[in-house]
């Protein structure tokens, strides 16, 4: 599993050369995915694939404890992700509400996803980010730690709905555990949760006890390093 190994699908299609643009096409009609097909080979690497580098610091077997699994999309799913995030007439995206309890929060038969994180990580700025297609939802950004204070829920289409909630430690809401820890506990259709960690400082204590509480709940979770300022417009990862 060497550090500098394309992964077959992208290696087929940076051989195709000249054939290359009806390939784009057919991965994606989409305007944004389409422009990142278009970037030099190393660089596409790198913004499709960014922790393909870190295959080569893995040292198999060192952890018996620890179950790691590297997240590899498909160009093919990544173009149709980005066709979940595009609004239309029959793909609504939307705000819909937020809340303060889990009492508070809608009743919702969609799946739900959530991102929570230290505050200041970049959530925000993320889930702006992933709406980029869908500039009439508007997702309030900011410098200062803590701006987020609620649990704020997101319509994605016929799929699923996105939450984000108040981030954790500097500036966190004084009800943060009785908001967000009885929601991952409890909620009936969160299926996963996306934990994002400032990838400039590395994993913090406050991290690690995040860690924890989605082990303890059994909550699918997948470790996001991420650092909010560094996120583009239209630049899906």
């Known amino acids: 599993m060497a550090a500098h190994r394309l992964r077959p699908g992208v290696s087929r299609l940076f051989a195709m050369g000249p054939e290359l643009g009806s390939a784009r096409r057919a991965y994606s009609a989409f305007q944004a995915f389409t422009e990142v097909l278009r970037l030099p080979s190393k660089q596409l690497t790198k913004l499709v694939f960014p922790l393909q580098e870190l295959h080569g610091h893995f040292v198999l077997g060192s952890r018996p404890d620890l179950h790691l699994n590297i997240f590899h999309p498909s160009l093919e799913d990544i173009a149709r992700a980005e066709s979940f995030f595009t609004a239309s007439a029959r793909n609504r995206i939307e705000y819909l509400t ?46 200062k730690p803590g701006h987020t204070k609620k649990i704020n829920f997101y319509k994605v289409g016929k799929y699923f709905t996105l939450v984000d909630m108040p981030g954790y430690g500097h500036r966190a809401p004084e009800d943060f555990v009785d908001m967000v820890e009885t929601y991952l506990k409890e909620r009936k259709n969160l299926m996963r949760t996306f934990l994002l960690v400032d990838s400039v400082v590395g994993i913090q204590k406050a991290d690690n006890i995040a860690i924890e509480m989605c082990e303890e709940f059994a909550l699918p979770y997948v470790n996001f390093p991420f650092k909010g300022p560094y996120v583009r417009k239209k630049c899906f990862i």
């Not at 889990?102 to 994180?117: M, N, Q, S």
């Open 98 to 143: 937020s809340a303060v309890r889990l009492d508070h929060a809608p009743d919702l038969r969609h799946p739900e996803v959530c991102f929570i994180g230290r505050s200041n990580v970049g959530k925000s700025s993320l889930i702006k980010a992933l709406f980029s297609l869908a500039p009439e939802v508007e997702v309030r950004v900011s410098k």
